[in-house]
């Protein structure tokens, strides 16, 4: 057993905080949830299990040290499957004790969202064109990524 890495620190005191805490905060940094989660998003996770997750629940998974936050496309009393909003394939399935959170809220601009437990269909097609669409991706990217630039909160704010 050797020195744990800082990937496998910070996934660690993540985990303790949420499971102590009951909630945790954590920012998106990957694409693979858009529309739904974009980066720069802050997510408000509240501490879950298993057995309470559903089809259609954005879960806080983790695998190998590494955190993933993932919608519920199928369960079963062994598993779940999820898979990305803009991803065209689904995820390994994913054991009971690697679900450790479920998406709560999301914070983006100095307001808060409720996350959709289904995709409407304009959020549908979004995922499935960024999903077959890297130029669409980088687009979207690049237009969301000026428009935050120009909305963030001024220095010293905090999101609550």
Avoid: N, Y
């Amino acid at each position: 057993m050797g020195i744990p890495t800082f990937e496998e620190s910070r996934c660690s005191l993540a985990i303790e905080v949420l499971q102590r805490q009951g909630s945790l905060s954590l920012r998106v940094f990957g694409s693979s949830m858009l529309p739904t989660l974009w980066p720069g998003d802050v997510t408000a996770i509240q501490a879950c299990d298993f057995d309470e997750a559903r089809v259609g629940d954005i879960l806080l998974l983790v695998r190998e040290s590494r955190f993933c936050l993932h919608r519920v496309i199928h369960k079963s009393a062994e598993s779940v499957i999820t898979r990305g909003d803009s991803m065209p394939d689904r995820d390994p399935a994913f054991a009971p004790g690697e679900v450790v959170g479920k998406l709560r809220e999301i914070h983006r601009s100095g307001r808060a969202v409720v996350p959709a437990h289904r995709l409407s269909g304009g959020s549908w097609l979004l995922g499935r064109l960024f999903a077959h669409s890297d130029f669409c991706l980088r687009v979207a990217l690049r237009l969301r990524a000026g428009r935050d630039k120009h909305s963030a909160l001024p220095v010293g704010s905090t999101v609550s």
